[in-house]
């Protein structure tokens, strides 16, 4: 079994994102400068955008957290979205999900300039993903690619089952293996709430991508031997053992299936460090757009 290690390949390429931050700047160019729009006290969603915060600075970008009350009403964040769009500094911006209920999400995506939704969520880029045409590829999906990439896992010909039809992730991965592209060309099924016979499916799975939000999901009994697994899921399970209060867990059972792996994701340290260096990975792309 050999573990597919984000952090690793997530610290690579950061280290290569910095290299050509440094070159830009000694171009006299532009500092790539992301921003990040958090809408009330989610605790997952405040360490998600800290760390993305964090890893600007740690590739020597810019980066303007925008932290706005839980009560802030829908016309005021997209009054900050327009202020973001405008702002020629600005290379891109995400706006942290989910939302508070009393905030129309689909309208909030649609108000992010097309060319700084460094996130790929408006449906421009979306269907620009969808065409195979160059576009930002949402972060979570762009950087399972990456990862298979980076360990030549093949996926030519190869039977994927996507656990999930999330239009963050699910949707646009099975879109995305299904392509004619370098980790693509692959047979999709996507799978979701509604799927019979789940278990006949994900037997027959060469790579399974799992991204339901359900901890433990998958089991040894649902993969055959030497599958590849891609664990999307990271759930906050409460334990007083830890000095945080919880501990991760992702939407395999890692123990019982991982005897049976060629390769697999761990949780934490496998999709989830990824997601950070893609959306940096936009943000450069967009700013060198620009110039
Ligand atoms: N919430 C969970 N994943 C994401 C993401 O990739 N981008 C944003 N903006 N919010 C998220």
Same mark, same amino acid.
């Given at each position: 079994?050999?573990?597919?290690?984000?952090?690793?390949?997530?610290?690579?390429?950061?280290?290569?994102i910095a290299l050509e931050v440094r070159e830009l700047k000694n171009n006299d160019?532009?500092?790539?400068?992301?921003?990040?729009?958090?809408?009330?006290?989610?605790?997952?969603?405040?360490?998600?955008?800290?760390?993305?915060?964090?890893?600007?600075?740690?590739?020597?970008?810019?980066?303007?957290?925008?932290?706005?009350?839980?009560?802030?009403?829908?016309? @005021?964040?997209?009054?900050?979205?327009? /202020?973001?769009?405008?702002?020629?500094? +600005? &290379?891109?911006? #995400?706006?942290? %999900?989910?939302?508070?209920?009393?905030?129309?999400?689909?309208?909030?995506?649609?108000?992010?300039?097309?060319?700084k939704d460094v996130d790929g969520f408006h449906p421009t880029n979306v269907g620009?993903?969808?065409?195979?045409?160059?576009?930002?590829?949402?972060?979570?999906?762009?950087?399972?690619?990456?990862?298979?990439?980076?360990?030549?896992?093949?996926?030519?010909?190869?039977?994927?089952?996507?656990?999930?039809?999330?239009?963050?992730?699910?949707?646009?991965?099975?879109?995305?293996?299904?392509?004619?592209?370098?980790v693509g060309n692959a047979t999709v099924t996507m799978c979701h709430s509604r799927?019979?016979?789940?278990?006949?499916?994900?037997?027959?799975?060469?790579?399974?991508?799992?991204?339901?939000?359900?901890? @433990?999901?998958?089991?040894?009994?649902? /993969?055959?031997?030497?599958?590849?697994? +891609? &664990?999307?899921? #990271?759930?906050? %399970?409460?334990?007083?053992?830890?000095?945080?209060?919880?501990?991760?867990?992702?939407?395999?059972?890692?123990?019982?299936?991982?005897?049976?792996?060629?390769?697999?994701?761990?949780?934490?340290?496998?999709?989830?460090?990824?997601?950070?260096?893609?959306?940096?990975?936009?943000?450069?792309?967009?700013?060198?757009?620009?110039?």
């Amino acid at each position: 079994m050999i573990l597919l290690d984000g952090k690793k390949t997530s610290a690579d390429i950061k280290e290569e994102i910095a290299l050509e931050v440094r070159e830009l700047k000694n171009n006299d160019y532009k500092t790539p400068h992301l921003a990040a729009i958090i809408v009330g006290n989610d605790g997952a969603s405040i360490t998600y955008v800290n760390a993305k915060v964090k890893a600007c600075e740690r590739v020597g970008f810019e980066s303007t957290l925008i932290r706005l009350p839980e009560e802030t009403n829908e016309k @005021e964040l997209l009054n900050e979205i327009e /202020i973001l769009n405008v702002d020629n500094d +600005i &290379d891109g911006f #995400i706006v942290q %999900l989910p939302l508070p209920k009393h905030i129309n999400e689909q309208k909030v995506i649609m108000a992010v300039d097309p060319s700084k939704d460094v996130d790929g969520f408006h449906p421009t880029n979306v269907g620009k993903m969808a065409l195979n045409l160059p576009t930002f590829i949402s972060a979570t999906p762009f950087g399972i690619l990456e990862l298979l990439d980076r360990y030549n896992v093949q996926t030519s010909g190869k039977h994927v089952v996507v656990l999930g039809r999330s239009h963050i992730v699910g949707s646009p991965m099975s879109i995305l293996l299904s392509q004619k592209r370098t980790v693509g060309n692959a047979t999709v099924t996507m799978c979701h709430s509604r799927t019979k016979n789940l278990k006949e499916i994900t037997k027959q799975a060469d790579i399974i991508v799992a991204a339901i939000g359900i901890p @433990e999901f998958v089991k040894a009994d649902m /993969i055959k031997d030497n599958v590849t697994i +891609i &664990d999307v899921g #990271i759930t906050r %399970l409460a334990d007083s053992s830890k000095k945080s209060g919880y501990r991760l867990v992702g939407d395999v059972a890692f123990k019982d299936v991982a005897d049976k792996c060629e390769f697999i994701t761990p949780v934490p340290g496998g999709v989830g460090p990824m997601t950070i260096a893609m959306l940096l990975k936009n943000t450069l792309l967009a700013c060198k757009r620009k110039t």
